[in-house]
């Protein structure tokens, strides 16, 4: 049974086509990657799919349930998270911070408990508390714990956004180039991260430039050309394809 | 009086908002700021010309040039005083720089020019259309006899002057295209070899002459006080964002938008309302920024 | 540091002033209530004005830094709200005003009205403007501030025109008695109400609902995909700041015993917005030192004017010449103000 279904989406910005018809199903518990070139749809599919732009045409199924033009804090709080392509921290907020606000379920983000200063609120904070130093520690920002994320580097970004998403517990996740700018030994850690995620029942989903790495990691992967579905299959079949091959050589 | 006469009205007022407001606009796109001390440069402007006129034997054509090189020279000073400095720290730390800039200039000109309203000495001629007829609709005559001063013909026609010269400016000269092309988009315009400070530098200059050219139209027109800069801004603002915030040939009809407005609800508001005429801009502005946040031209100013 | 770590959320401060606040609010009770009379020496009258307008803006400067300190919302019309919320009270309690509608009711019903009335104001603008872009934001509230204004200019019959609202109920001072214990009375209990302000929003803001409203300052769509719905909470704070300035605006107007549209000028705004950039924004404390730096400057240059030898309105235009370069120095050179976090604001220095 498919996780996230997405149905003949189309999505024009200015006259320009920038997915055209796009059909992708991910089953639960999978690791898709999806690769294509520069203007491909890759970060418009993803925006399509997390409620940050609207599609113009076509369905997104999540759980079999119709979430086209969902709003993104909707489609987040029903388990489907991302990351931004270019990490976006809470450069004023802690790191500490930063995985502690995505915690969801704290009463105390309403005004009357946290007027009120109820027990409900306190028992909350401290399960949260406990799970970001725990995510944090596991991400080996502990050192930064109480620093300002505007002072990371772009690799420690990468991390702390994987720590904050991962506040969320989500059952789908959906990763924009995890591993852009980042050197290659934090590549390879969090490519690992990522597959234990994936070991522990976490379907996910990788949009990614660095060939190399994606096709390690996925299970299937998904080549898009000009926004819509060029091949998808196992990464050795889709890599030996003339058409990805041509694809990626006209590049 | 008929609607015809209040649409001249209109017109004329239309007009010395469209000549600060062009100013307004551009800075606005080209240094990516809201400058609320603009009013401020009408106001130096005007005293700049009443000066000369009230001071040295010139002709009102020299005095009005003096003002608007004192504009554009005031304007330049500022910029490169208070605003160039923190040109990297966005959008409402130079807005809330040009708020308390506003303060003071307008009460160091309260303080040097005293609390009296000035005007210029001009001899006036008035040329009236009578026996027209009054085409009534209900209780408004949409005709009627009207008039028209020599000091509406001047501000009317200075005002169109500068349409012109400013399209020639942005369409046939590198220092306007230039301009445009920052406008469009600041980065592109440098890697194309855009010289972006000395851009902003001639924006700035322009903005301060146009200024000084819509101050002395106000005085000429009606009259100046250390707080009519002010009293103008916001009627300045909503007709740059109702055409379009950036864009100079969309404040142009902003403009005239909101000087018809203005007029007319002047005209057609109960007695003792006059003060509402004035709301009925900040509502345009309002209603603008709610419904279409581009305005005329398109520019998006709502968040992602 | 502890998994508990600032758990207790910052109860300290929030319930210090709590507990302050409630002191003061008891000992304004004592002097209006009982027969107990002071009397001040008449030197130190312009003090005790100047510390109870304090008072009443320091709420309205407490509003504004939960939106803009803390959710980073640019109200630049706070006063149309301090306004909304006098003008509120003012004519729903007055009894036969010279000019304008004056209902007569209760004055404790009519506080409430007050406050209703501009967090209502605060909903009806928050919901069409605070998804404008920051500057524009701005703008839009500036113009419902100069629109609100030029209402209660212009409709006499309903707002009094440039006369105002007057014959509204002062209850301290018909409590107390006389001048002067009323002068203390009230300086107790606005100050307590400031104090009580203050415990409510550093409660707020040292909760997780305060890391929402700074999520939201820092970036909106981070915040949203992390599942939080933003236009909710920028809609609440910018209802709550409102609230608060109704709230502010009702307690001018009992003060006073009048109200009318000179007191309440884009000067209003221009004061807060300095003292709580000065003092550095999203700091509670710290945009109360602020104000209270500004309003000390006010004080003092009341004094100045007696030796200087300059007609009190070109003194009036030197200070505002003041007022606007210390703007202006504010953002430039201490862009997170004297007690303000630089690195939490994300401001150079």
Same mark, same amino acid.
């Given at each position: 049974?498919?996780?996230?279904?997405?149905?003949?989406?189309?999505?024009?910005?200015?006259?320009?086509?920038?997915?055209?018809?796009?059909?992708?199903?991910?089953?639960?518990?999978?690791?898709?990657?999806?690769?294509?070139?520069?203007?491909?749809?890759?970060?418009?599919?993803?925006?399509?799919?997390?409620?940050?732009?609207?599609?113009?045409?076509?369905?997104?199924?999540?759980?079999?349930?119709?979430?086209?033009?969902?709003?993104?804090?909707?489609?987040?709080?029903?388990?489907?998270?991302?990351?931004?392509?270019?990490?976006?921290?809470?450069?004023?907020?802690?790191?500490?911070?930063?995985?502690?606000?995505?915690?969801?379920?704290?009463?105390?983000?309403?005004?009357?408990?946290?007027?009120?200063?109820?027990?409900?609120?306190?028992?909350?904070?401290?399960?949260?508390?406990?799970?970001?130093?725990?995510?944090?520690?596991?991400?080996?920002?502990?050192?930064?714990?109480?620093?300002?994320?505007?002072?990371?580097?772009?690799?420690?970004?990468?991390?702390?956004?994987?720590?904050?998403?991962?506040?969320?517990?989500?059952?789908?996740?959906?990763?924009?180039?995890?591993?852009?700018?980042?050197?290659?030994?934090?590549?390879?850690?969090?490519?690992?991260?990522?597959?234990?995620?994936?070991?522990?029942?976490?379907?996910?989903?990788?949009?990614?430039?660095?060939?190399?790495?994606?096709?390690?990691?996925?299970?299937?992967?998904?080549?898009?050309?000009?926004?819509?579905?060029?091949?998808?299959?196992?990464?050795?079949?889709?890599?030996?394809?003339?058409?990805?091959?041509?694809?990626?050589?006209?590049? | 009086?008929?609607?015809?006469?209040?649409?001249?009205?209109?017109?004329?007022?239309?007009?010395?908002?469209?000549?600060?407001?062009?100013?307004?606009?551009?800075?606005?796109?080209?240094?990516?700021?809201?400058?609320?001390?603009?009013?401020?440069?009408?106001?130096?402007?005007?005293?700049? @010309?009443?000066?000369?006129?009230?001071?040295?034997?010139?002709?009102?054509?020299?005095?009005?040039?003096?003002?608007?090189?004192?504009?554009?020279?005031?304007?330049?000073?500022?910029?490169?005083?208070?605003?160039?400095?923190?040109?990297?720290? @966005?959008?409402?730390?130079?807005?809330?720089?040009?708020?308390?800039?506003?303060?003071?200039?307008?009460?160091?000109?309260?303080?040097?020019?005293?609390?009296?309203?000035?005007?210029?000495?001009?001899?006036?001629?008035?040329?009236?259309?009578?026996?027209?007829?009054?085409?009534?609709? @209900?209780?408004?005559?949409?005709? @009627?006899?009207?008039?028209?001063?020599?000091?509406?013909?001047?501000?009317?026609?200075?005002?169109?002057?500068?349409?012109?010269?400013?399209?020639?400016?942005?369409?046939?000269?590198?220092?306007?295209?230039?301009?445009?092309?920052?406008?469009?988009?600041?980065?592109?315009?440098?890697?194309?070899?855009?010289?972006?400070?000395?851009?902003?530098?001639?924006?700035?200059?322009?903005?301060?002459?146009?200024?000084?050219?819509?101050?002395?139209?106000?005085?000429?027109?009606?009259?100046?006080?250390?707080?009519?800069?002010?009293?103008?801004?916001?009627?300045?603002?909503?007709?740059?964002?109702?055409?379009?915030?950036?864009?100079?040939?969309?404040?142009?009809?902003?403009?005239?938008?909101?000087?018809?407005?203005?007029?007319?609800?002047?005209?057609?508001?109960?007695?003792?309302?006059?003060?509402?005429?004035?709301?009925?801009?900040?509502?345009?502005?309002?209603?603008?920024?709610?419904?279409?946040?581009?305005?005329?031209?398109?520019?998006?100013?709502?968040?992602? | 540091?502890?998994?508990?770590?600032?758990?207790?959320?910052?109860?300290?401060?929030?319930?210090?002033?709590?507990?302050?606040?409630?002191?003061?609010?008891?000992?304004?009770?004592?002097?209006?209530?009982?027969?107990?009379?002071?009397?001040?020496?008449?030197?130190?009258?312009?003090?005790?004005?100047?510390?109870?307008?304090?008072?009443?803006?320091?709420?309205?400067?407490?509003?504004?830094?939960?939106?803009?300190? #803390?959710?980073?919302?640019?109200?630049?019309? #706070?006063?149309?709200?301090?306004?909304?919320?006098?003008?509120?009270?003012?004519?729903?309690?007055?009894?036969?005003?010279?000019?304008?509608?004056?209902?007569?009711?209760?004055?404790?019903?009519?506080?409430?009205?007050?406050?209703?009335?501009?967090?209502?104001?605060?909903?009806?603008?928050?919901?069409?403007?605070?998804?404008?872009?920051?500057? *524009?934001?701005?703008?839009?509230?500036?113009?419902?501030?100069?629109?609100? #204004?030029?209402?209660?200019?212009?409709?006499?019959?309903? *707002?009094?025109?440039?006369?105002?609202?007057?014959?509204?109920?002062?209850?301290?001072?018909?409590?107390?008695?006389?001048?002067?214990?009323?002068?203390?009375?009230?300086?107790?209990?606005?100050?307590?109400?400031?104090?009580?302000?203050?415990?409510?929003?550093?409660?707020?803001?040292?909760?997780?609902?305060?890391?929402?409203?700074?999520?939201?300052?820092?970036?909106?769509?981070?915040?949203?995909?992390?599942?939080?719905?933003?236009?909710?909470?920028?809609?609440?704070?910018?209802?709550?700041?409102?609230?608060?300035?109704?709230?502010?605006?009702?307690?001018?107007?009992?003060?006073?015993?009048?109200?009318?549209?000179?007191?309440?000028?884009?000067?209003?705004?221009?004061?807060?917005?300095?003292?709580?950039?000065?003092?550095?924004?999203?700091?509670?404390?710290?945009?109360?030192?602020?104000?209270?730096?500004?309003?000390?400057?006010?004080?003092?240059?009341?004094?100045?004017?007696?030796?200087?030898?300059?007609?009190?309105?070109?003194?009036?235009?030197?200070?505002?010449?003041?007022?606007?370069?210390?703007?202006?120095?504010?953002?430039?050179?201490?862009?997170?103000?004297?007690?303000?976090?630089?690195?939490?604001?994300?401001?150079?220095?």
């Amino acid at each position: 049974m498919s996780l996230l279904a997405v149905e003949n989406l189309g999505k024009e910005f200015g006259g320009l086509r920038a997915l055209d018809d796009l059909s992708v199903s991910v089953d639960r518990g999978e690791l898709v990657g999806v690769m294509g070139p520069n203007g491909a749809g890759k970060s418009t599919f993803f925006n399509c799919v997390s409620g940050v732009v609207t599609p113009d045409e076509g369905r997104v199924l999540l759980d079999d349930a119709d979430v086209t033009g969902d709003s993104p804090e909707a489609l987040a709080r029903a388990g489907m998270v991302r990351t931004f392509q270019h990490t976006r921290e809470l450069e004023t907020m802690t790191v500490r911070d930063n995985v502690r606000l995505a915690a969801p379920g704290q009463p105390g983000e309403r005004t009357l408990p946290a007027l009120l200063r109820t027990g409900s609120m306190r028992d909350r904070e401290r399960e949260v508390r406990e799970r970001a130093d725990e995510l944090v520690e596991a991400f080996e920002l502990d050192h930064l714990a109480d620093e300002y994320s505007g002072s990371l580097s772009g690799g420690q970004r990468k991390l702390l956004e994987l720590a904050r998403v991962l506040m969320l517990d989500p059952d789908l996740l959906l990763l924009d180039e995890p591993f852009a700018g980042v050197n290659p030994t934090l590549t390879r850690e969090i490519a690992e991260r990522i597959r234990a995620l994936n070991d522990d029942g976490m379907t996910v989903v990788v949009i990614e430039h660095e060939l190399e790495t994606l096709t390690e990691l996925v299970d299937r992967l998904v080549v898009l050309q000009q926004g819509s579905l060029l091949v998808e299959g196992d990464p050795e079949t889709v890599l030996s394809d003339e058409r990805v091959i041509e694809a990626y050589l006209g590049e | 009086m008929g609607l015809l006469q209040n649409v001249i009205f209109g017109l004329v007022t239309g007009s010395y908002i469209a000549v600060a407001a062009i100013g307004f606009t551009l800075v606005y796109g080209i240094v990516n700021m809201i400058n609320f001390a603009y009013g401020e440069y009408l106001t130096v402007g005007a005293f700049v @010309g009443l000066l000369t006129a009230g001071t040295l034997p010139v002709p009102l054509p020299v005095a009005v040039l003096v003002a608007m090189v004192g504009g554009g020279v005031a304007s330049l000073v500022l910029a490169r005083l208070f605003f160039t400095p923190i040109n990297h720290t @966005g959008p409402v730390p130079m807005l809330l720089t040009s708020i308390g800039l506003g303060i003071a200039l307008r009460n160091l000109i309260r303080l040097v020019a005293g609390r009296n309203a000035r005007y210029f000495d001009t001899e006036t001629a008035t040329f009236r259309l009578t026996g027209v007829p009054d085409v009534s609709v @209900g209780p408004f005559d949409l005709l @009627g006899d009207f008039f028209v001063t020599s000091e509406h013909l001047v501000v009317v026609g200075c005002a169109v002057g500068v349409f012109l010269a400013l399209h020639g400016l942005l369409t046939r000269t590198d220092v306007g295209i230039a301009m445009r092309a920052m406008g469009d988009d600041e980065d592109l315009a440098r890697v194309r070899g855009v010289d972006t400070q000395r851009i902003r530098d001639s924006v700035w200059v322009l903005a301060g002459v146009l200024a000084g050219l819509a101050g002395v139209l106000v005085a000429i027109q009606t009259n100046v006080s250390a707080g009519t800069g002010y009293s103008h801004i916001l009627q300045i603002l909503a007709a740059a964002i109702l055409g379009g915030a950036g864009s100079p040939y969309g404040a142009i009809a902003g403009s005239y938008i909101i000087g018809l407005v203005l007029s007319l609800s002047t005209a057609f508001l109960p007695g003792g309302m006059a003060e509402l005429s004035s709301a009925m801009a900040f509502l345009i502005l309002v209603v603008v920024l709610l419904v279409k946040p581009s305005g005329l031209a398109a520019r998006e100013v709502r968040e992602a | 540091m502890s998994v508990a770590d600032r758990l207790p959320l910052g109860d300290a401060a929030g319930n210090g002033a709590l507990l302050l606040g409630a002191v003061c609010v008891l000992l304004a009770a004592v002097f209006a209530l009982t027969p107990l009379v002071v009397s001040l020496p008449g030197s130190l009258y312009v003090f005790f004005e100047v510390a109870i307008l304090f008072a009443v803006y320091g709420v309205l400067v407490l509003g504004l830094d939960l939106q803009y300190g #803390h959710t980073g919302l640019v109200n630049f019309g #706070h006063v149309a709200f301090f306004a909304v919320g006098a003008y509120a009270v003012a004519m729903l309690s007055a009894r036969d005003s010279f000019a304008g509608v004056s209902l007569g009711l209760p004055w404790p019903v009519a506080l409430a009205g007050g406050v209703v009335v501009a967090a209502l104001l605060g909903a009806a603008v928050g919901a069409t403007s605070v998804r404008l872009r920051d500057d *524009f934001l701005a703008v839009a509230t500036l113009a419902t501030a100069e629109i609100v #204004h030029s209402l209660f200019v212009s409709f006499e019959g309903v *707002f009094g025109g440039n006369v105002g609202i007057g014959s509204v109920p002062q209850p301290v001072s018909d409590l107390a008695g006389d001048a002067d214990t009323a002068m203390l009375a009230t300086l107790l209990l606005f100050g307590g109400v400031t104090l009580f302000t203050l415990a409510a929003v550093t409660r707020l803001t040292e909760a997780p609902y305060g890391r929402v409203l700074r999520a939201i300052r820092a970036d909106e769509l981070v915040t949203r995909s992390v599942g939080k719905s933003v236009l909710t909470y920028k809609m609440q704070s910018f209802v709550y700041g409102a609230a608060l300035a109704g709230l502010a605006g009702g307690l001018f107007a009992l003060y006073t015993g009048a109200v009318a549209p000179g007191y309440f000028t884009i000067q209003v705004t221009v004061t807060v917005w300095i003292g709580m950039l000065l003092g550095g924004a999203a700091n509670h404390r710290g945009v109360l030192a602020g104000l209270a730096v500004i309003m000390g400057l006010r004080l003092l240059s009341r004094f100045a004017l007696g030796v200087m030898p300059l007609s009190a309105d070109a003194f009036a235009s030197v200070r505002l010449v003041v007022v606007g370069l210390i703007l202006v120095a504010v953002i430039r050179y201490r862009p997170a103000g004297l007690w303000g976090d630089a690195e939490e604001l994300g401001v150079d220095t």
